[in-house]
């Protein structure tokens, strides 16, 4: 039997691919890279449309039928829509986080303005607030361009003297945020007014006795608003507080409410309106910069009335107040007050009558009381011109702290 036999190198070298294979195998790889690449390139045009399937359809740039058949504003009528009444309430506590409702049975008397030595014209009121107002925002807070003009906030601007300084600051080319507590008619149709001349005006209803809705309010304005240039604290409140010793011993009860009050409006309101809104007076860009004028009263400095005395103690701390303040916001903010003789006589009590009236005025030099036009004057010099004058109480009485 033959066996053939094979030499050892022979069976152990490797068989080589022929040109064929090797062709074959790279077929192979590009076909499964364009495979790849094609599967990545539809996941890619997948997305795409899916995307573009969220979007709007209509081409930009154009209009719709109903755009361009719509007519176009009244300009009058879109100088009316700058009044906004939004209710103080809906501001949120920056404490809390908590949209702030006032109690249904709080007094208030946050509107009431001097009368002769600030007696108010408005008294307290209980009851429910109406917070439809709310839904509406105020004009500075619309996505438009901020007005150049400078803005003033004046509280206590329904009637009477807050609204007769409303006009004087609207004739000089400011905008107004104007605060009204129970003379809700008359204020909406002041702004309403000022707001139809060109003005922009935005009305808030605020109780000044209720502290925690005023700390909300003065700092959400604070930092919301992009500057503010002047704020003038004129709403008061103004009572009777008697005290007697009768013959048999016996005190008149004391109404520690009544004092409580007037302090709460007369002066924590404005220091803290004052305190939450100083971020926003010190980006005034007013060359005199930015003004506080409170209304004080001549007799909380040195004339004190008799049955008067709570009332005294809270414009005597108000007068403490300018002085405080004219430091520790100087420079950004100036801070006065003008101290009130008798600037309207109220319509109701003894000094509406006649007699009493010329009693008054028969110890007053000038012989007259002041008009609203002339205070209105005054404090729009010293809030917005007056460059050199803080801390200062200017009393506009007439001379009748002289006698």
């Not at 104007?178 to 003005?199: I, K």
């Not at 240039?229 to 010793?245: C, G, K, L, Q, R």
Request: neutral net charge.
């Amino acid at each position: 039997m033959l066996v053939a036999s094979v030499p050892a190198s022979a069976a152990s070298s490797p068989v080589l691919p022929t040109p064929q294979q090797r062709a074959a195998v790279s077929q192979g790889a590009l076909l499964t890279m364009a495979l790849l690449l094609a599967v990545i390139a539809s996941l890619v045009l997948w997305s795409v449309l899916r995307a573009m399937r969220h979007r709007s359809t209509k081409p930009i740039g154009t209009r719709s039928e109903s755009d361009r058949t719509a007519p176009r504003p009244d300009p009058w009528a879109e100088s009316g829509r700058r009044l906004a009444t939004p209710d103080a309430s809906d501001l949120e506590d920056t404490r809390t986080g908590e949209a702030l409702s006032s109690d249904a049975g709080e007094a208030s008397t946050g509107d009431s303005e001097p009368a002769p030595r600030n007696e108010p014209t408005d008294g307290p009121t209980a009851g429910p607030r109406d917070a439809s107002q709310a839904s509406q925002r105020p004009s500075w807070s619309r996505s438009r361009p901020p007005s150049s003009a400078p803005l003033v906030l004046i509280t206590g601007a329904g009637k009477r003297v807050g609204r007769a300084m409303a006009q004087h600051f609207a004739n000089r080319g400011c905008d107004l945020i104007l605060t009204y507590n129970n003379s809700r008619e008359q204020a909406e149709t002041l702004a309403r007014d000022l707001s139809q001349g060109g003005r922009e005006v935005t009305l808030y209803q605020l109780a000044l006795d209720d502290l925690h809705n005023v700390r909300a309010f003065a700092m959400k304005l604070g930092t919301t608003l992009p500057r503010l240039d002047a704020v003038i604290h004129n709403a008061s409140t103004y009572e009777p507080t008697p005290f007697a010793i009768e013959a048999d011993g016996i005190a008149t009860p004391i109404h520690h409410e009544q004092a409580e009050r007037q302090m709460r409006v007369n002066a924590l309101a404005p220091f803290i309106l004052s305190l939450g809104l100083a971020p926003a007076m010190q980006r005034s860009t007013l060359a005199a910069r930015a003004g506080i004028v409170a209304m004080g009263d001549i007799h909380a400095m040195g004339h004190p009335r008799k049955q008067h005395s709570a009332y005294a103690m809270s414009k005597a701390a108000l007068h403490e107040m300018v002085r405080s303040l004219a430091r520790d916001l100087a420079p950004h903010v100036r801070v006065n007050a003008v101290a009130l003789g008798v600037a309207m006589w109220p319509d109701a009590g003894p000094e509406s009558l006649p007699a009493e009236q010329a009693k008054y005025l028969r110890r007053i030099p000038l012989g007259r009381e002041a008009t609203p036009e002339e205070i209105a004057a005054f404090v729009s010099h010293l809030a917005l011109d007056a460059s050199y004058i803080t801390g200062q109480i200017i009393p506009i009485d007439g001379g009748r702290g002289l006698t």
